[in-house]
């Protein structure tokens, strides 16, 4: 059973950047897909980013898309999210998610990790 934790989230105005961090442990983190989710207040779950175990092949959706970066450091058993050009609408808690299936949706991910807030203020 992999345990992840994410961290990095903070206040951040408008126009900044921050990078947010997976770290793993129990397991390594090579063999999954990893991903990254937000849920703002409100609001459903919606995902933001994912990377392909094998391919190292990176998805992302629209509203991030050209702003945001995801990467994975398989040695340090890690994945982040580098968020660049943060809009106020970025606002929500960003959760960590691994699974055996690849997908951009919630359910085939079966580990989460307990979620770090991000607020951008304008």
């Known amino acids: 059973q992999v345990q992840l934790v994410e961290s990095g989230g903070r206040l951040v105005q408008a126009g900044g950047s921050l990078r947010l961090s997976c770290a793993a442990s129990?397991?390594?983190?090579?063999?999954?897909?990893m991903a990254w989710f937000r849920q703002a207040p409100g609001k459903e779950r919606e995902f933001v980013a994912a990377?392909?175990?094998?391919?190292?092949?990176?998805y992302y959706a629209d509203s991030v898309k050209g702003r945001f970066t995801i990467s994975r450091d398989n040695a340090k058993n890690t994945v982040d999210l580098q968020m660049n050009s943060l809009k106020p609408e970025d606002t929500a808690v960003y959760y960590c998610?691994?699974?055996?299936?690849?997908?951009?949706?919630?359910?085939?991910?079966?580990?989460w990790g307990q979620g770090t807030q991000v607020t951008v203020s304008s």
């Open positions: 990377i392909r175990w094998n391919s190292g092949n990176t």
């Open positions: 129990r397991r390594t983190l090579s063999s999954y897909n």
């Open positions: 998610a691994a699974g055996g299936v690849f997908a951009t949706t919630q359910e085939p991910y079966g580990h």
